[in-house]
């Protein structure tokens, strides 16, 4: 589980400094789209209010919020209908990928994925190759700096969290997805500083490989997330400090 927080925190930094605040906020558009067809209401839709702290933390403008949830509710938009999709397959080196996709067009969508995997050495699978390695886990990430490692820890557990993983700089908290919401409420009540809490996918089991090999799985993992159909890819691969260290280069 460990390298989440580390890996996020130095694709957030690239993000900016690459100027890729467009894109970010498209896909951030149609995760609030998706979200917003369970109800316009952050207060009785959860996953739209995680969707819609994320898209702050990304300092999304608050029109373009309200705009993506009108769309999503039936309230304005052009009519065009976005589609959730998961695609399975495989990186180099037999790493298992999951890829969550959102697009109005799946033949695009497809296309894109086939050619990214295939110049970075992977490729598609079927249906169920590999999403049997992974499971659904409520993820929150805390800043450790003026923390108490132990209360904290104390804190999770007694709102009902599963592990707690302690980095250098962060805190990660995983629970079980009907649990999210409870635990992080109860950090939120304590006053915790919740960096991201969202719906995950975590691999039961993980590939070790060297750091030039982790590397390149790396490389291909951010060229896939570039692509503007795709919101997310989960692997099983172990992210070492090291291969961290390189990719933040």
């Known amino acids: 589980m460990s390298g989440h927080s580390k890996w996020a925190t130095i694709k957030r930094k690239k993000g900016a400094n690459d100027a890729q605040r467009g894109k970010i906020f498209t896909k951030l558009a ?8 369970e109800g316009a209401d952050p207060n009785f839709n959860f996953r739209l209010r995680l969707i819609i702290d994320k898209a702050k933390a990304e300092n999304m403008p608050k029109d ?4 993506a949830i009108k769309r999503g509710a039936g309230l304005g938009g052009d009519g065009t209908i976005i589609e959730e999709m998961t695609y399975e397959g495989y990186g180099p080196h037999g790493v298992a990928l999951l890829i969550q996709t959102m697009s109005d067009n ?61 980095g250098e700089e962060h805190a990660e908290v995983y629970t079980q997805p009907g649990d999210l919401q409870v635990v992080r409420q109860a950090f939120q009540d304590a006053k915790y ?57």
């Open 106 to 166: 799946r033949n695009r969508t497809v296309s894109d994925l086939r050619r990214s995997l295939t110049r970075g050495g992977g490729n598609l699978g079927e249906s169920g190759s590999v999403g049997w390695l992974f499971e659904n886990r409520g993820y929150i990430s805390i800043p450790l700096e003026g923390v108490n490692q132990d209360k904290l820890f104390e804190l999770a557990l007694e709102a009902g969290a599963e592990d707690v993983v302690f």
């Open 193 to 249: 500083k919740i960096e991201s809490a969202e719906l995950t996918m975590i691999a039961k089991t993980l590939v070790d490989l060297s750091p030039v090999d982790t590397l390149q799985v790396m490389n291909l993992i951010e060229a896939i997330e570039d692509l503007d159909d795709v919101v997310k890819v989960y692997s099983n691969l172990n992210i070492t400090d090291e291969a961290l260290a390189k990719m933040a280069m």
């Open 30 to 37: 149609r995760e609030l789209q998706l979200a917003a067809r």
């Open 64 to 67: 373009n919020i309200e705009r």
